[in-house]
């Protein structure tokens, strides 16, 4: 399994910027579909964004469509997470997720999909 660790997370203002880092250990990245999911206080974990193992293919949840981009360079063995326009409702803890991917234009957009998971990385968003 690949390993995953999150960085980049923080405390923002209400319509400000982060970029959260997915690094990956023990395999290369090449070969994995990558997603990024978020558990907010009181809630269940839900999904954000994902990217194709090629990174030709992106998806986003309706919430965040428009505000954030998924992104890879797997050169560097990372993911990223570019979020703008945050909102006090985008505070969470955010995980990155991957799978092998045997098709490099496949999406996979369920938590069940993912076998490796990071620790996550708290967001908060002040009003």
């Known amino acids: 399994q690949v390993q995953l660790v999150e960085s980049g997370g923080g405390l923002v203002q209400a319509g400000g910027s982060l970029r959260l880092s997915c690094v990956a250990s023990?395999?290369?990245?090449?070969?994995?579909?990558m997603g990024w999911f978020r558990r907010a206080p009181g809630k269940e974990r839900e999904f954000v964004a994902a990217?194709?193992?090629?990174?030709?293919?992106?998806y986003y949840a309706d919430s965040v469509k428009g505000r954030f981009t998924i992104s890879r360079d797997n050169a560097k063995n990372t993911v990223y997470l570019q979020m703008n326009s945050l909102k006090p409702e985008d505070t969470a803890v955010y995980y990155c997720?991957?799978?092998?991917?045997?098709?490099?234009?496949?999406?996979?957009?369920?938590?069940?999909?993912?076998?490796?998971w990071g620790q996550g990385t708290q967001v908060t968003v002040s009003s």
């Open positions: 990217i194709s193992s090629s990174g030709e293919n992106t």
């Open positions: 997720a991957g799978r092998q991917a045997y098709t490099s234009s496949r999406l996979y957009c369920t938590g069940t999909d993912f076998g490796s």
């Open positions: 023990g395999r290369s990245l090449s070969y994995y579909a």
